[in-house]
């Protein structure tokens, strides 16, 4: 099974700050990478994902991550975060043989403070 | 609202009973796939379903069961339930083909007493 690592399970930061949420997964073949996003009493929604190409890839709400083969890392990033981006974060990678099967990382809840 | 439709939001029932869980995926979506989230777990993926069909398991327990009927809605029966069975579970939907990323649901939320 897929290994999907969150360093962080609490990212605090200041609103109009930069942020990173890092990821890490255990594959050496190619692997979909994905992040969501949880609010409170709310399912899960795509911010963004990776599938091949650019390894910087644009998603919803001012997000972008960094595909880092090399390191097998996913690391999403925002430039300037706003009040109501506080919310866990998670990443998510395929199963190499059922790409349509993810693993999850345990989360990240960003506190935006004002 | 995401397109998918899980019932009931909440559920609360008691240690031993049998309780199911339901999943509309959103149109046009032929595979069905249920979470279990909880706070010592993290989302576990459980069962996949395309079209009918059970295309992989993860881990979930004997005592729960899933399908999907013709109509492409799904259900998970969970029995036998156990205190540890408190969790959000969460549906969620994807197109055909790989790549497309999940639709999740709000979620059921099941407490057991």
């Known amino acids: 099974a897929q290994s999907v690592t969150q360093l962080d399970s609490q990212v605090p930061v200041f609103e109009e700050a930069p942020v990173e949420l890092r990821c890490n997964y255990s594959?050496?073949?190619?692997?979909?990478l994905f992040w969501y996003v949880q609010y409170p009493n709310q399912g899960l929604q795509l911010l963004l994902k990776?599938?091949?190409?650019?390894?910087l890839v644009k998603g919803i709400n001012g997000f972008e991550a960094e595909f880092n083969k090399s390191q097998t890392s996913f690391h999403l990033r925002k430039p300037s975060v706003h009040i109501s981006d506080t919310a866990e974060y998670f990443c998510?990678?395929?199963?190499?043989?059922?790409?349509?099967?993810?693993?999850f990382g345990s989360g990240t809840k960003l506190n935006v403070k004002p | 609202d995401s397109g998918v439709t899980q019932t009931p939001k909440h559920l609360i029932t008691a240690t031993g009973q049998r309780v199911t869980l339901r999943c509309s995926p959103r149109?046009?979506?032929?595979?069905v796939y249920w979470y279990q989230q909880s706070l010592d777990q993290g989302l576990q993926f459980l069962i996949q379903?395309?079209?009918?069909?059970?295309?992989a398991k993860g881990n979930i327990l004997e005592r729960f069961s899933a399908q999907q009927f013709p109509d492409l809605h799904s259900e998970l029966n969970l029995s036998s339930l156990e205190l540890g069975d408190s969790a959000l579970y969460f549906c969620?939907?994807?197109?055909?083909?790989?790549?497309?990323?999940?639709?999740f649901g709000s979620g059921t939320r099941l407490t057991v007493v």
């Open positions: 969620a939907s994807s197109a055909q083909g790989a790549g497309y990323g999940y639709t």
């Open positions: 594959s050496s073949v190619s692997v979909y």
């Open positions: 990776y599938l091949s190409g650019s390894t």
């Open positions: 998510a990678v395929s199963d190499p043989y059922n790409f349509n099967k993810f693993y």
């Open positions: 149109s046009g979506d032929l595979s």
């Open positions: 379903y395309y079209n009918g069909e059970e295309r």
